[in-house]
T-cell receptor, first 112, second 111 residues
Framework: GQNIDQPTEMTATEGAIVQINCTYQTSGFNGLFWYQQHAGEAPTFLSYNVLDGLEEKGRFSSFLSRSKGYSYLLLKELQMKDSASYLCAVRANAGNNRKLIWGLGTSLAVNP | DGGITQSPKYLFRKEGQNVTLSCEQNLNHDAMYWYRQDPGQGLRLIYYSQIVNDFQKGDIAEGYSVSREKKESFPLTVTSAQKNPTAFYLC??????????FGEGSRLTVL
């Protein structure tokens, strides 16, 4: 089967660092996406990893290990507006986005 | 500004009625998608179109229909055959292998 696992909920303090993990078992692998979704709104793209290693983009970084089927999203200098759900998605085949496997999302609450 | 627009944002429907959700994009993307999002579940693909005049069923196509007569437009009809239509519907577009750009979503409630 195809499966993506993320923690359901996490809490953190404003100004701190938080790491959201994502593990996957899929029939193929052609890239991993992270999206942010505020309550009642549409997901917005955060990052994309297709090769092993760390991709840094401002306060957000994403890491991938293909051999371990593992990724994490690192959020630094947390702000209240970072309270949202974070979705991990794996593209299971090359050529198109038809086969995107979505995790259930991690709901992050940032407290003052 | 380039983007993807869904309408209406909120929609109420009586049982037995068909409703059509609009999705328009001016990003010049070839691929467009319809997803359904329910509490406690991941995004589930309803229909997918990679090119004008062509579309394929996703994982939960039963009770839904689409058309792709223009590159910019990919409307979704929720038919009376859909047993549990109350949900948050998301339209998205992408270059073939790029990230998805989502519309603001349409929340459908069946009364």
């Amino acid at each position: 089967g195809q499966n993506i696992d993320q923690p359901t909920e996490m809490t953190a303090t404003e100004g701190a660092i938080v790491q959201i993990n994502c593990t996957y078992q899929t029939s193929g692998f052609n890239g991993l996406f992270w999206y942010q979704q505020h309550a009642g709104e549409a997901p917005t793209f955060l990052s994309y990893n297709v090769l092993d290693g760390l991709e840094e983009k401002g306060r957000f970084s994403s890491f991938l290990s293909r051999s371990k089927g593992y990724s994490y999203l690192l959020l630094k200098e947390l702000q209240m507006k970072d309270s949202a759900s974070y979705l991990c998605a794996v593209r299971a085949n090359a050529g198109n986005n038809r086969k995107l496997i979505w995790g259930l999302g991690t709901s992050l609450a940032v407290n003052p | 500004d380039g983007g993807i627009t869904q309408s209406p944002k909120y929609l109420f429907r009586k049982e037995g009625q068909n409703v059509t959700l609009s999705c328009e994009q001016n990003l010049n993307h070839d691929a467009m998608y319809w997803y359904r999002q329910d509490p406690g579940q991941g995004l589930r693909l309803i229909y997918y179109s990679q090119i004008v005049n062509d579309f394929q069923k996703g994982d939960i196509a039963e009770g839904y229909s689409v058309s792709r007569e223009k590159k910019e437009s990919f409307p979704l009809t929720v038919t009376s055959a859909q047993k549990n239509p109350t949900a948050f519907y998301l339209c998205a577009s992408s270059k073939n292998t790029g990230e998805l750009f989502f519309g603001e979503g349409s929340r459908l409630t069946v009364l």
